[in-house]
């Protein structure tokens, strides 16, 4: 397994990213990052998904700004431009398509918080690039999403402590994207929100975070595959 931060197109610009690989071919996965920015914790992810095979990268929406203070996160994530950060999740698509190291050539996006809603944007948006989508506990204001355009099987993990996601918000986009005959699977658990942050001992689980990531690997090699 190797890493190192990349550059790639993105709409005629560049943008850049930190991309994890395997020791052999395999599928792309997009790791979108929560609200804090390009930090350890989402690199580390994107190395422990290149351990089990994909290849992995984690683009930088802020373009190198990343914070530990909660306030802000908070206005980054509010001055966040979705149209620019959806073009960056589209050239990151791209870039993984073109790689030799990508095989199958099939790339899904996963999130986390700020990003989960960013991987569900992307895997509506983009269905000829992304061709799964996982949205962990998923939540940004002003990244809206059509349950009408969606064409990719989607996974969604939530708390049902959360605050900043309340079950019923989750349920209601559950409901709104199966009422047009999409594809969905859901779980809730006995959790707060950013319960998969082993970084934040205050809200982490293990235990959902555990399952919740068994859960992923299997619907991302069933869909990925």
């Known amino acids: 397994m190797s890493s190192k931060m990349v550059e790639f197109r993105a709409n005629g610009r560049m943008a850049n990213g930190y991309l994890s690989l395997p020791e052999k071919p395999g599928p792309g ?3 979108i990052q929560e609200w804090w920015g390009l930090v350890d914790h989402i690199r580390g992810l994107a190395d422990r ?3 089990e095979g994909f290849v992995a990268l984690a683009p930088d929406l802020y ?6 203070s909660p306030d802000q996160a908070g206005k980054m994530l509010m001055a966040l431009n979705i149209g ?6 589209k ?21 986390f918080c700020m990003g989960g809603q960013l991987a569900l944007y992307a895997a509506t948006e ?12 998923g939540i940004h204001p002003n990244a809206q999403i059509d349950p009408n355009k969606l064409r990719v099987p989607i996974l969604a993990h939530f708390g049902k402590r959360d605050k ?8 209601a986009l559950i409901r709104s994207i199966e009422s047009r005959g999409k594809e969905i699977e859901a779980h809730f658990y006995d959790a707060d929100h950013a ?10 689980n293990r235990e959902a975070a555990a399952l919740a990531w068994q859960r992923t690997l299997q619907f991302l090699n069933k869909h990925l595959q």
Do not use: C, W
């Not at 620019?84 to 999740?89: R, T, V």
């Open 49 to 51: 998904f290149a351990a």
């Open 84 to 89: 620019e950060a959806a073009k960056d999740m």
């Open 29 to 31: 996965i997009l790791v």
């Open 63 to 68: 373009h190198g700004d990343m914070t530990k």
């Open 195 to 204: 319960f998969f942050n082993d970084t934040r001992p205050e809200v982490h």
């Open 91 to 111: 050239g990151a698509a791209q870039y993984l398509l073109s790689l030799d190291e990508v095989q199958p050539k099939k790339v899904g996006v996963l999130g």
């Open 164 to 171: 900043t996601v309340p079950e019923e918000s989750a349920r």
């Open 126 to 137: 983009f269905p000829e690039e992304i061709a799964a989508g996982v949205n962990f506990y």
